[in-house]
């Protein structure tokens, strides 16, 4: 890799010649702060909190696209770069809802940290006219609030990478602001509730639709025989809201916070995702030797079936039959559970902690009431699981570490891998090529449908047969698969398709981290590998 020799606050460095001033200052262990900035989604400079004094530049540059050049002198905390951000920020909050004690994102606001850091105490010093702009709660996965809008467009970059565009600038100037399509709710879009939008935002701007009250409720009313199931993503990503490391197996410590917080049985949802590949590797073998609808494509993501649903309602043949593990699980436990354990299925409260604010939606689905009653009652994310334990005052990372209730506590490593792009198809086909062969097969791998990469294809030959298999996630990936699809190129037997880019680990519900962490960290791969050295305590199905 070609270098180049720069100068930063009169540190000389060697680094490479593409990069931004941003990300050599990151080699050099200066974090430059940034509001607008998304890496390789929205590099479009316009916040210009990321400013920096370039020797002979005439004005300050914006660090986060500005290229580095031989022999160039950069300064990133001289008096000219502090007040320069400091009146940024002020402009910033001349027309921001400013009541920051009440916000859902008061501690991790990326906006309330920076105004700390640079002593923001003036709030008001550029007060002026604000504009107001009705609440949207029209969508049930979250809540849109422009008062609290920096215009970063950091969710536009999202909600464009998901291929369907649904939010965007409306109007101009001093009214330009985030919106639908004619000043459409969200409610009244094709958004497909992957909630990426509000892992982005750095603000209060976009919320989840929070539900987490009334399951405080519930918990105390001693007439309820509340029970709660962890989908398998949430061990590998919980402890990032208590500042443990990125990647971090909690599975012990959360099944304690659980117990603790008083429900009556804490369920995995590993034993569901379980029966989703029994279930799922039997439809695909049917289909492939009765010559069914093919390729078949899994259905556990409910982002991903909304998206088929509003965009290609012709293919839908090709989904798996199959319910969700979270709706298979919510449906034994109001069934066979509750008929095992002669407890009234009308007093149960089934809840769900899962990674993907699509969910809440998919409980609220026809036909998800295997007892006459919702399957599942309240969904939380991951995020809203946090504010409950939180909220008890529990001593999260010093918990010990305790065990799921049995008899719903099993799980092989092919159900925690649910939690990885790839990991359902891995488990699907473990169990398949188990049947086909009549054997526990343990040396065929299946590296190839690993990792993080948006389509990944494979062919396994199986007792003669040419099993050919693709995984997608991210819904723009998803699109790709789908036209081929439908232009008949694409010759699959199976497909997997997660909604969220990397899958479940990078769900819309999942811990949101800062710009400065989501730009050089790689979020996915870090959450996945707790999930594949989890699976290895297993043996497979």
């Known amino acids: 890799m070609e270098k180049v020799n720069i100068k ?86 001349s027309d921001h809802d400013k009541d920051c004690l009440a916000c859902e994102r008061n501690g991790s606001c990326e906006l309330q940290k920076l105004c700390k850091d640079y002593g923001i105490e003036d709030e008001d010093y550029f007060k002026g006219e604000q504009t107001k702009h009705d609440i949207d709660c029209s969508a049930m996965h979250l809540i849109r609030n422009n008062n609290k809008c920096i215009l970063c467009r950091r969710c536009v970059a999202a909600c464009k990478e998901q291929y369907v565009s649904v939010i965007g600038a409306n109007d101009r100037g001093f009214d330009s602001h985030i919106s639908s399509e004619f000043e459409k709710p969200l409610a009244d879009v094709k958004c497909v509730s992957c909630g990426q939008c509000v892992v982005n935002c750095p603000t209060g701007a976009l919320i989840d639709n929070d539900t987490s009250a009334k399951v405080n409720e519930v918990l105390n009313d001693d007439e309820k025989f509340v029970v709660v199931q962890t989908a398998p993503s949430i061990k590998a990503t919980l402890g990032e809201e208590f500042g443990l490391p990125i990647g971090t197996n909690v599975e012990g410590k959360m099944v304690a916070a659980l117990k603790r917080l008083g429900f009556d049985q804490v369920f995995n949802t590993d034993f ?203 819904i723009s990936n998803a699109n790709e698969l789908m036209k081929r699809i439908k232009d008949g190129t694409a010759d699959y037997h199976f497909i997997e398709i997660m909604c969220c880019p990397g899958g479940c680990v990078n769900g819309g519900g999942q811990p949101i981290q800062p710009a400065s962490v989501r730009n050089f960290e790689d979020l996915k791969t870090l959450r996945a590998k707790a999930l594949y050295k989890h699976c290895l305590l297993y043996t497979s199905p």
């Open 8 to 93: 930063i606050n009169n540190m000389s460095l060697e680094v490479p010649k593409d990069a931004t001033i941003l990300e050599a200052a990151k080699l050099a262990g200066i974090e430059i702060p940034t509001l607008c900035y998304m890496k390789g989604k929205n590099e479009i400079g316009a916040c210009r909190i990321c400013v920096v004094e370039v020797k002979g530049a005439r004005s300050l540059v914006t660090a986060c696209v500005y290229p580095v050049n031989e022999g160039m002198e950069i300064k990133t905390n001289s008096l000219k770069v502090q007040n320069a951000r400091k009146n940024t920020l002020r402009l910033i909050l």
């Open 272 to 474: 569901a995702a379980d029966c989703t590949i029994i279930e799922e590797s039997h439809e695909l073998l049917e289909r492939i030797t009765k010559g069914g609808t093919l390729p078949m494509i899994t259905s556990c993501s409910p982002g991903w079936i909304n998206f088929i649903e509003q965009f290609y309602p012709e293919l839908i043949p090709h989904l798996s039959t199959c319910k969700s593990p979270q709706q298979m699980q919510g449906a034994l436990v109001k069934t066979w559970y509750a008929e095992r354990n002669n407890i009234d299925p009308k007093k149960i409260v089934s809840v769900s902690v899962m990674p993907c604010v699509a969910k809440k939606a998919e409980s609220k689905r026809d036909n998800e009431d295997a007892a006459g009653m919702p399957d599942v009652d309240i969904v939380l994310t991951t995020r809203e699981l946090a504010k409950l334990i939180k909220r008890a005052h529990l001593d999260f990372v010093n918990l010990p570490d305790e065990e799921f209730d049995s008899p719903i506590d099993l799980g092989s490593g092919a159900g925690t891998i649910f939690g990885a792009t790839g990991g359902v198809m891995e488990a699907a086909l473990r169990t398949a090529v188990d049947k086909l062969t009549g054997e526990d097969i343990k040396e065929l791998k299946y590296e190839e449908v690993r990792g993080t990469k948006g389509i990944k294809e494979a062919t396994y030959n199986v007792n003669g047969l040419d099993v050919k298999v693709a995984v997608a996630s991210g």
